[in-house]
């Protein structure tokens, strides 16, 4: 099966930071911590979530996409996925195939059949990814390279029918700690050469073979903490990062970057930030 064919209007993703033209978010409408599924929820159970100023948030985050020329799909809410916010993970766009994930955690089973039905509308054509565990917070693309995480939400199986399918990429598995969920809680690629990583995620090994591919851009505890590395490229060096991430946006802006700030701070309680609010369906190579 080959996918790197010539680029359309409706799918074509060969990167993470070509400029993005066309993207799926959902609104946190139903947002809640009905199950603890990941570290920043236990963090913040007693608290709870306020999903009035979730939504307004992710209102500003939609304008500002929108004001930077991104398309903006919104998939409607279903009262019974809570975690539907975080669109990356039910699905993401290789060359010109999109491929929908077959969910790991049961709060989010269900959550990849309202993405389909939406792509079925469009005529839009996908591969689904039926019987072995992966979610899109875990696959990370630069060119002919495919990073993919090796956690409790993707497993070996999953990586191994992926290479199987993508011939003509170097899927490369990344193992990192669990507890961090997802491959883009921890590292994110923003050029050609260079990505953010947390350290403390990674063994020796791991972090060798990222430093083979890129500068690596260190991203602090407590920056992590609050997902500093779960920026969103728009191509063309902008980046989305959250205000609060005040080391990441220095380095980024040291580096060339035009930061734009939004604050999303509200939807991070559950466990992802910008990166995880979007699934990318289009973006040209700037």
């Known amino acids: 099966m080959s996918i790197l064919s010539k680029q359309t209007d409706k799918t074509y993703c060969r990167t993470e930071y070509d400029t993005l033209k066309r993207v799926v978010l959902c609104e946190p409408k139903h947002m809640h911590i009905r199950e603890q599924i990941n570290d920043t929820q236990k963090h913040f159970a007693n608290e709870g979530l306020h999903i009035e100023l979730a939504m307004e948030q992710h209102q500003h985050f939609v304008k500002a996409l929108e004001k930077h020329g991104v398309e903006v799909i919104l998939l409607p809410p279903n009262s019974k996925y809570p975690e539907q916010v975080f669109t990356r993970d039910i699905g993401f766009t290789l060359g010109q195939t999109t ?5 790991a955690h049961g709060a989010r089973i269900g959550e990849e059949n309202i993405l389909k039905e939406w792509l079925e509308s469009k005529e839009i054509p996908y591969y689904n990814l039926l019987g072995d565990m992966v979610e899109g917070g875990d ?16 497993n070996q199986n999953a990586i191994n029918h992926i290479q199987k399918l993508l011939h003509e990429y170097e899927v490369i598995t990344v193992p990192f700690t669990e507890k961090y969920l997802h491959l883009d809680c921890v590292f994110n690629i923003i050029s050609e050469n260079e990505a953010l990583y947390f350290p403390r995620a990674f063994d020796k090994k791991e972090e060798k073979i990222l430093a ?16 500093g590395t779960n920026v969103l490229s728009i191509g063309k060096k902008r980046i989305v ?46």
């Open 99 to 103: 491929f929908v994930a077959e969910m």
């Open 139 to 154: 696959v990370i693309i630069n060119g002919h390279q495919i990073f993919i995480g090796l956690s409790n939400r993707t």
């Open 212 to 227: 083979k591919h890129f500068d690596l851009i260190e991203v602090n505890e407590e920056e992590q903490f609050t997902l």
């Open 241 to 286: 990062s959250l205000p609060i991430n005040r080391e990441v946006n220095q380095q980024l802006r040291i580096r060339g970057y035009e930061v734009i700030e939004v604050d999303i701070t509200e939807i991070i309680k559950s466990g992802g930030s910008f990166r995880c609010c979007t699934m990318p369906l289009v973006r040209a190579k700037d």
